[in-house]
């Protein structure tokens, strides 16, 4: 644990949160008042906040560890990863909260997010699949396409390749055969692309509407002009 | 249903999507709503949007929910 306290520093915005925390919920305002204070009574509230984090990252890892297949020592020094890091995002940013929520809500935000990152660094280091392969047989099982209806979805299939090479930049490619053809999870891709998650999500959010007007100006689906799902 | 509707609905985007970067910031208030039983979709219908595209954020989205609703418990 001392390891941990000795990692993490003052935020220089912890001014504008103490003036902030005569508004929030009784526990909250104590978490931010032990936060932020010296010695002892610091290093117990770290302690005691480790402690709340590591607790809820292994929840986390537990629930997300069956569909990654992950076990055992791994699972749990992942957990105690995201925990500490979690820990450092938190201390580091605890003149940003707002008491918009609790103040343990708002901690257990950045472990799932650190728990996502941890995801992502493990299928980086361990992929499924070559990160830049390209097979385009794959297609039809990740989107359930029944074998026994090939003629219905063959030519639109030939379609979505044909717009894929024809209207994508470079980029918008990499990143749908990445993340649709290859099922590369999208935290791996950031990693791997030296990105963030918001990057490459607008990416694929532009790539997916792109190939929507490609498929619809040729007729294959509807054309969806509201926008809203 | 047609043979390729998993398909037509991932390429569906929805211009209310807020994005990863503002799902994040504001991914705990919208947690505690949900828990409370409040109308966090109507209040912020672009991070409703977003969760239902993305699947990382949709995937924090829920283990915080998760944690929540284990420590209520």
New interface residues.
């Given amino acids: 644990m001392g390891s941990i306290v000795a990692m993490v520093s003052a935020d220089p915005g912890v001014g504008e949160t103490r003036a902030a925390a005569a508004r929030l919920d009784p526990q909250s305002a104590e978490w931010l008042r032990a936060l932020t204070a010296t010695g002892e009574q610091r290093e117990a509230a770290l302690a005691r906040l480790h402690g709340l984090l590591v607790r809820i990252a292994q929840g986390e890892v537990r629930r997300r560890g069956p569909r990654l297949r992950i076990t055992g020592p791994e699972l749990d020094d992942m957990a105690h990863q995201a925990a500490a890091d979690a820990l450092v995002a938190v201390t580091g940013k605890l003149g940003q909260f707002r008491g918009e929520s609790r103040f343990t809500t708002w901690a257990y935000k950045f472990v799932m997010f650190e728990v996502s990152a941890k995801v992502g660094r493990h299928f980086w280091r361990h992929p499924n699949v070559p990160l830049d392969a390209e097979d385009w047989d794959r297609l039809p099982g990740n989107f359930g396409f029944d074998p026994a209806r090939e003629a219905e979805w063959r030519d639109l299939l030939g379609a979505l390749r044909r717009a894929v090479d024809e209207v994508l930049t470079a980029r918008q490619r990499a990143v749908f055969v990445a993340i649709v053809l290859n099922q590369v999870p999208l935290d791996t891709l950031v990693i791997e692309l030296s990105s963030n998650r918001n990057a490459i999500y607008k990416t694929l959010f532009d790539a997916r509407r792109k190939l929507r007007a490609a498929l619809a100006a040729n007729g294959y689906i509807d054309d969806d002009c509201s926008g809203n799902s | 249903m047609?043979?390729?509707s998993?398909?037509?609905?991932?390429?569906?985007?929805?211009?209310?999507?807020v994005?990863?970067?503002q799902a994040?910031q504001?991914?705990?208030?919208y947690?505690?709503l949900t828990v409370a039983g409040a109308p966090a979709e109507q209040r912020y219908p672009g991070l409703a949007?977003h969760l239902?595209?993305?699947?990382?954020?949709g995937?924090?989205?829920e283990?915080?929910l998760?944690?929540?609703r284990?420590?209520a418990s």
């Fill in positions: 047609n043979v390729w998993a398909l037509d609905d991932f390429l569906r985007t929805d211009p209310r999507d994005g990863c970067a994040m504001i991914l705990h208030i947690a505690e949007a239902r595209a993305c699947g990382p954020c995937e924090d989205f283990g915080l998760v944690a929540l284990d420590e």
